[in-house]
Nanobody, 115 residues
């Protein structure tokens, strides 16, 4: 079993920054690709960024140059540093991890960016 817990969300003005964290617990020695997804009201859940265990990274075009994903394998934690935030970044952000051939999701953390 894998449990994921996001933290670090909140409200910020446009141009500001937030850092999200995702802490994994449980049977986690087989964690593989992890990623951040977001879902705004009335929209589908979309990939923001993902990172493999060995550090290969992919970003959505909308966040390239503004967001940075990283992971600390020793502490079983993934991060998303979000800079130059825009109102369109407002969404619930979810942590996802692949382990044991299955996907696991956190409960999400709200990010609100005001203009």
């Amino acid at each position: 079993q894998v449990q994921l817990a996001e933290s670090g969300g909140g409200s910020v003005q446009a141009g500001g920054s937030l850092r999200l964290s995702c802490a994994a617990s449980g049977i986690i020695f087989n964690l593989r690709t992890m990623g951040w997804y977001r879902q705004a009201p009335g929209k589908q859940r979309d990939l923001v960024a993902q990172i493999t265990r060995d550090g290969t990274i992919n970003y959505a075009d909308s966040v390239k140059g503004r967001f940075t994903i990283s992971r600390d394998n020793a502490n079983n934690t993934m991060y998303l540093q979000m800079n130059s935030l825009k109102p369109e970044d407002t969404a619930v952000y979810y942590c996802k991890a692949n382990a044991w051939g299955d996907n696991y999701w956190g409960q999400g953390t709200q990010v609100t960016v005001s203009s």
